[in-house]
């Protein structure tokens, strides 16, 4: 079964940074990818990164391209940590963060065909 943690999320000061962690357990064979996403209170949920779990490629959001970056850490055979490193925050990237695995991997759209979520850990941005 596979499982997942996020964690890192907090309150931060416009222009400051933050690094979320999402460790996926029980990874199997159709677990492709794993993407970072947000909601923010009112608006429909979007894409932010993901990741191809064996090949290590990554997509970033194009607006979030130079403060957004997504890493895979302790790489094992069922088991990773994926890393949203967030810099230069703005009000805006205030939302709820989810990590979640899905099958389908594109270059263009990153993760796909999600079927596991995290619970999600809030992020807030505010002077």
């Known amino acids: 079964q596979v499982q997942l943690a996020e964690s890192g999320g907090g309150s931060v000061q416009p222009g400051g940074s933050l690094r979320l962690s999402c460790v996926v357990s029980g990874l199997i064979y159709s677990s492709n990818c794993v993407g970072w996403f947000r909601q923010a209170p009112g608006k429909e949920r979007e894409g932010v990164a993901g990741?191809?779990?064996?090949?290590?490629?990554?997509?970033?959001?194009d607006s979030l391209k130079g403060r957004f970056t997504i890493t895979q850490e302790n790489k094992k055979k069922e088991s990773v940590t994926v890393s949203l490193q967030m810099n230069s925050l703005k009000p805006e990237d205030t939302a709820m963060y989810h990590c979640?695995?899905?099958?389908?991997?594109?270059?263009?759209?990153?993760?796909?065909?999600?079927?596991?979520w995290g619970q999600g850990t809030l992020v807030t941005v505010s002077a």
């Open positions: 990741t191809y779990v064996r090949g290590g490629l990554t997509y970033v959001r």
């Open positions: 979640a695995v899905g099958g389908i991997w594109s270059a263009l759209e990153g993760c796909g065909d999600l079927n596991t």
